[in-house]
């Protein structure tokens, strides 16, 4: 399934195009990183000088950036499968000297061999994406991509959870609802510090206090044969799979909520795509408890809860010992917010109920403002200063070339 935003893009493109003629890139199926899915977002008709000055604009936002995956010369066999353009190209007598061309300046390309169509090979480029402080973009920047910077996950978690809104069942908290709700899908990848998450809950006996879930395969691999990049992250159990149940969700599932979870828990823990790393960049997975109005706690890069303090919203100090953010270590990262979670769980009712209460004034204040029309606009107000930062820019590259 191929969650449907190509809309948006052409929302995007009508502001891009404000500015001139432009050629947007995207991936399709949304939410692949398949070099051979990036693809142009329509047919376009441009033509003699129009053609030529047109800018080429790569949309990378809805996953991390990584530059080594369309670094390799091996890309260009997974473009030739896909493009009886480029196979006729590569069966004339050029071939053996097209792919040397290829094999050598294969970095410097990167994103760009999708445009040999139009000859922009080497052609700076703007690279749209979603995450700050990041050594990645700097990587696009030397090989002449010039970043616009926008928070993607927040315009589209708006249309995925826009029925939470207004939806009454979300305001009610059964008697026997747990304390934890956590969404544990895929551990595989920059996810793997999930595994020492999952088996933490274990270790500190707060497998009774969540509603959560657990899949021993995850892209084709079980876990106890996962070879972790990060060894302080390595586990020691074999049996995570007989504490929870088996995970239920698609990869799909973070395009809507349900409300029956919300239900059942008071405070989710959010589980983002990077955790061990050095980037800023948040998705629609923290997004989605502030449109459902439930408290949270993040486990996200270190300042992912300043990121997201700097677009209006509260976090939960001092009901929820929030000092976890500021840890640099992943592993101390994630233990503190095992350690504030046993704290919470230990709590008398009495103390837990004060808690929740104080919670849900500040979790209103963030729902209110996560659907205002405002606050969306402030969003796409700043692709149209970044983006219009970014053409200025790429016009002087291109009129005063190194």
Same mark, same amino acid.
């Given at each position: 399934?191929?969650?449907?935003?190509?809309?948006?893009?052409?929302?995007?493109?009508?502001?891009?195009?404000?500015?001139?003629?432009?050629?947007?890139?995207?991936?399709?199926?949304?939410?692949?990183?398949?070099?051979?899915?990036?693809?142009?977002?329509?047919?376009?008709?441009?033509?003699?000088?129009?053609?030529?000055?047109?800018?080429?604009?790569?949309?990378?936002?809805?996953?991390?950036?990584?530059?080594?995956?369309?670094?390799?010369?091996?890309?260009?066999?997974? %473009?030739?499968?896909?493009?009886?353009?480029?196979?006729?190209?590569?069966?004339?007598?050029?071939?053996?000297?097209?792919?040397?061309?290829?094999?050598?300046?294969?970095?410097?390309?990167?994103?760009?061999?999708?445009?040999?169509?139009?000859?922009?090979?080497?052609?700076?480029? &703007?690279?749209?994406?979603?995450?700050?402080?990041?050594?990645?973009?700097?990587?696009?920047?030397?090989?002449?991509?010039?970043?616009?910077?926008?928070?993607?996950?927040?315009?589209?978690?708006?249309?995925?959870?826009?029925?939470?809104?207004?939806?009454?069942?979300?305001?009610?908290?059964?008697?026997?609802?747990?304390?934890?709700?956590?969404?544990?899908?895929?551990?595989?990848?920059?996810?793997?510090?999930?595994?020492?998450?999952?088996?933490?809950?274990?270790?500190?006996?707060?497998?009774?206090?969540?509603?959560?879930?657990?899949?021993?395969?995850?892209?084709?691999?079980?876990?106890?044969?996962?070879?972790?990049?990060?060894?302080?992250?390595?586990?020691?159990?074999?049996?995570?799979?007989?504490?929870?149940?088996?995970?239920?969700?698609?990869?799909?599932?973070?395009?809507?909520?349900?409300?029956?979870?919300?239900?059942?828990?008071? &405070?989710?823990?959010?589980?983002?795509?990077?955790?061990?790393?050095?980037?800023?960049?948040?998705?629609?997975?923290?997004?989605?408890?502030?449109?459902?109005?439930?408290?949270?706690?993040?486990?996200?890069?270190?300042?992912?809860?300043?990121?997201?303090?700097?677009?209006?919203?509260?976090?939960?100090?001092?009901? %929820?010992?929030?000092?976890?953010?500021?840890?640099?270590?992943?592993?101390?990262?994630?233990?503190? %917010?095992?350690?504030?979670?046993?704290?919470?769980?230990?709590?008398?009712?009495?103390?837990?109920?004060?808690?929740?209460?104080?919670?849900?004034?500040?979790?209103?204040?963030?729902?209110?403002?996560?659907?205002?029309?405002?606050?969306?606009?402030?969003?796409?107000?700043?692709?149209?200063?970044?983006?219009?930062?970014?053409?200025?820019?790429?016009?002087?590259? &291109?009129?005063?070339? %190194?």
């Amino acid at each position: 399934m191929s969650i449907p935003l190509d809309r948006l893009y052409n929302f995007l493109q009508d502001i891009a195009s404000r500015n001139d003629h432009v050629i947007i890139y995207r991936f399709y199926p949304h939410g692949s990183r398949k070099i051979s899915d990036l693809t142009q977002l329509e047919s376009y008709n441009l033509q003699g000088k129009k053609s030529v000055d047109a800018k080429l604009v790569f949309f990378h936002d809805q996953e991390p950036l990584n530059f080594d995956l369309y670094a390799s010369p091996n890309m260009l066999s997974e %473009i030739v499968s896909s493009d009886i353009f480029i196979k006729q190209a590569l069966n004339s007598e050029l071939t053996a000297q097209f792919q040397t061309f290829l094999s050598n300046m294969a970095p410097m390309i990167n994103l760009r061999i999708t445009t040999i169509r139009n000859r922009g090979l080497l052609k700076p480029a &703007i690279l749209v994406h979603s995450e700050k402080r990041s050594g990645e973009l700097e990587r696009y920047r030397s090989a002449n991509f010039l970043g616009v910077y926008w928070w993607c996950h927040a315009v589209i978690a708006r249309d995925w959870f826009r029925y939470a809104e207004h939806d009454p069942t979300l305001i009610v908290k059964k008697s026997s609802a747990k304390d934890f709700l956590i969404y544990n899908r895929a551990w595989t990848g920059t996810r793997e510090y999930r595994l020492k998450l999952t088996e933490s809950l274990i270790t500190h006996g707060l497998v009774d206090h969540c509603v959560s879930w657990f899949s021993p395969v995850d892209d084709g691999l079980n876990y106890q044969q996962h070879q972790f990049k990060n060894t302080q992250f390595q586990i020691s159990q074999n049996d995570l799979e007989q504490y929870f149940d088996a995970t239920r969700a698609t990869s799909t599932a973070s395009a809507d909520y349900c409300a029956q979870d919300y239900q059942n828990t008071q &405070i989710e823990i959010v589980l983002e795509t990077l955790f061990d790393d050095a980037r800023l960049h948040l998705t629609e997975k923290i997004l989605r408890p502030i449109a459902c109005a439930q408290p949270f706690m993040l486990a996200a890069t270190q300042g992912s809860l300043d990121y997201l303090r700097s677009y209006g919203f509260e976090t939960f100090h001092p009901w %929820i010992d929030e000092t976890y953010d500021t840890i640099s270590d992943p592993a101390q990262r994630l233990e503190a %917010i095992v350690q504030e979670m046993k704290r919470i769980a230990g709590l008398s009712p009495d103390e837990k109920t004060r808690l929740y209460t104080a919670l849900k004034e500040i979790t209103a204040r963030n729902k209110k403002l996560f659907f205002s029309d405002a606050w969306q606009q402030t969003i796409v107000g700043e692709f149209q200063t970044n983006f219009s930062i970014a053409c200025d820019q790429l016009e002087q590259m &291109i009129k005063y070339p %190194i």
